[in-house]
């Protein structure tokens, strides 16, 4: 996390940072950097700024590369980093960063290149249920999943799905999508495209992943899943 | 003192000496391989000399509705039959269907709870074999699903 | 060497409800490894149990029994301070003895 | 998880197996099925082997581990488990029960910490790790949990602990809190402790070491926070890294007073 110091900080916590700042990504280094904290913390707490320093630095010198997976999947974007700082604050970001965020998150949408939105639900059920891909036991040639049943209810016949998200059994008949097709159903249809590019276009802090954005799912896998929620005949609406 | 096991394993002995001169059935091992081989239910029985089972409300299987995983799923089968000589313990969808066989002497209970793999849901199926080769049973459907987020 | 076992037998009434873990592998002969090369099959075939030295259970197993095997069962006439012992062999011919007083 | 056959049988299965039976009786015959391994737990196995590995003498020094200062001085091993992770003078460090135990086969024992923290999990000296975290954690079985947060070094890593367990990052944004966040949650039909708290007696940090049905291992919380960094798409944590520590302060000191029910048996 890389939030910038306040000016509101102690000296004391200043100082700590610099000695952050000074040390290098090693394992001396966040020794150094705690015992630092130590000589802030005997009156009190280092700040908040400067804890958010010393975390970035036990994360730094904590993980590696395994696999496919490479350390810098942490360097993450503004919008993870200013969710994370509210999250660990425990208030919700302000209104005004919050649109700001999810404008910035819009603009990312790739909307279907041809045109067409709704794929296959056949193939949008099975990538719902695949929770593969990406971890470093997964291989650089394992087909990703989408792990839509980890979260959310679909068909009604699978009984193992999640409760993280809201159920999304019948999304396309409560919604009254009976043809996808049919201009009234447009505005529903990209909505519901973007919502699985980029959750974070609508709700900057979704605990959603962005499929499209983050390259987990390809165009076609998304237009699959789009046809799994509002395709009339997907089981999704039965 | 002669067990039986040591009777099986002196009948054993003569039998891999007869087995070189080709005389001498397979059957007579302790460890019936071919039982433990069989794909289906009635084919384990077969191989153990025992007859077409019959359900039996005498005897009981228990076992869950629905096994988190099928790495481990616990199976108990009792019988309150007289005489009874062999419990099995199998699972009918498995490669092979059965998991267990168990000699009832008169020092144990005809009672035995193990753990099977199951690799698909499935019935599961107590048997109690008798010393004149009558074979009862019952059976319960375990149904085997992940329970985790299937990464 | 294999792991010892842990043997429980504790006695109700008339009875003892003897309860057994093992520590072992059981390779079933299905399973494939990370190369994709099958792991052979790799069991205990074989489980005996003896009362004061009296064989009072014997089984037979297949693969797919789960790994780190459990067997409960109950053996009659046992008593505080009786010497519970269980064998068993796998298919490597590989054998673990291991005694319990029963409670 | 699922590299085995039986594995992708089930894979199989929840993919297309047509379930009729109603969501709620699932439920309950999960939770019997849970219930019905309860009694004989495979971990008894590796908490014997543990208890055996702390009297025998072992590593370059030929040294039992018996003289190991798990917190409340040397060879106390009862109540330890339950006020772990702690700092430690010697050490100047906080560490969790499996890093503290790496550091006496260390001293004690003359073993190369360094290398064993290398060691992939169930291999080696690993082995010998779980085993006697089993063991420990088993001798606190039923106690409280109680960590000290006394020293200023055990607070600073309370709050780096809790800003690791909100860090959403890696290509599905996921942090700790995505899944251990709320209340009555479920992952699939695995339900979710919300770890932001006290998730309560015998859940979440106060039940591993536990016995893993699914592959028949035996994790410790290394393992555990390892392989939920796994599933986060996160990078590898090393064994016994600050972060791991930091972690685990967090969701012990959320814990406080939560009777520890480890070593568990779990999915």
Known sequence: MKTPPTPRRSRLAARAISAIRAAVASRAAVVAAVA?????????????????????????????????????????????????????????????????LEELNLK?????????????????????????????????KTVNGGNCYNCHQLDKKEISFGTIGPSLYNYGKIRGVTDPANPDAKLMVEYTWGRIWNSKAYNACSNMPRAGHMGILNEQQVRDLVALLLDPQSPVNQ | MQTRRDLLKRSAIVAGLLAGT?????????????????????????????GAPTESKEVTISGPDIAENGAVVPLTASTTIAGVKQML???EKNPAALVARYDVTDSVEANFATRSKMGQSSDVYAVAITADGKAFFAKKEVKVTLGGCGG | MADPMRIRAQVSGDKATVRVLMSHEMESGQRKDAAGNTV???????????????????????????????LQFTVKGAKAGDKLAVTWKDTKGETRTDEATVS | MLRSIVGAALLLLACTAPAVWAQKTAVQSIEEYRAMLQDGNPADLFEAKGEDLWKQQRGPKAATLERCDLGKGAGVVKGAFTELPRFFADTQRVQDLESRLLSCMETLQGFNAAEIAKTPFDKGEQKTLTALATWIAAESKGMKFNLSQAHPEER???????????????????ACATCHGQDEKRIRLQDLPNLTKNPGDGVGFAAWPAYRVSNGQMWGMQQRLNDCYRQQRFPYPGFGSDATIALSVYLGVNSQGSVSVAPAIKR
């Open chain 1, 36 to 100: 630092a904290f130590t000589m802030v913390g005997c009156a009190s707490l280092p700040g908040s700024a400067a804890l958010d320093q010393l975390t970035d630095r036990i994360v730094k010198a904590s993980f590696r590369d395994e696999g496919i997976v490479k350390s810098r999947v942490l360097d993450t974007d503004e919008t993870n980093r200013l969710c994370s700082a509210a999250d660990v604050a425990g208030k919700p970001l302000d209104e005004a960063t919050a649109r700001r």
């Open chain 1, 108 to 140: 990312t949408i790739q909307w279907p290149s041809d045109g067409k939105y709704l794929g296959d639900w056949k193939e949008g059920e099975k990538i719902a249920q695949n929770g593969r891909g990406l971890t470093w036991s997964d291989d650089a």
């Open chain 2, 22 to 50: 080709g005389l001498f059935p397979q059957y007579a091992l302790a460890y019936n391989k071919g039982a433990f081989e069989a794909k289906s239910v009635a084919d384990v029985l077969k191989a153990l000399g025992a």
């Open chain 2, 89 to 91: 313990i199998l699972v």
């Open chain 3, 40 to 70: 052979p099959a790799w069991f205990i075939q074989e489980v005996t149990a003896s009362l004061n030295g009296k064989v009072v259970l014997s089984a037979d197993w297949g693969p797919a029994v789960s790994k780190n095997p459990f």
């Open chain 4, 156 to 174: 600073t890593f309370y709050e780096v602990g809790k800003r690791l367990f909100f860090q959403r990052a890696g290509p599905h944004d996921f």
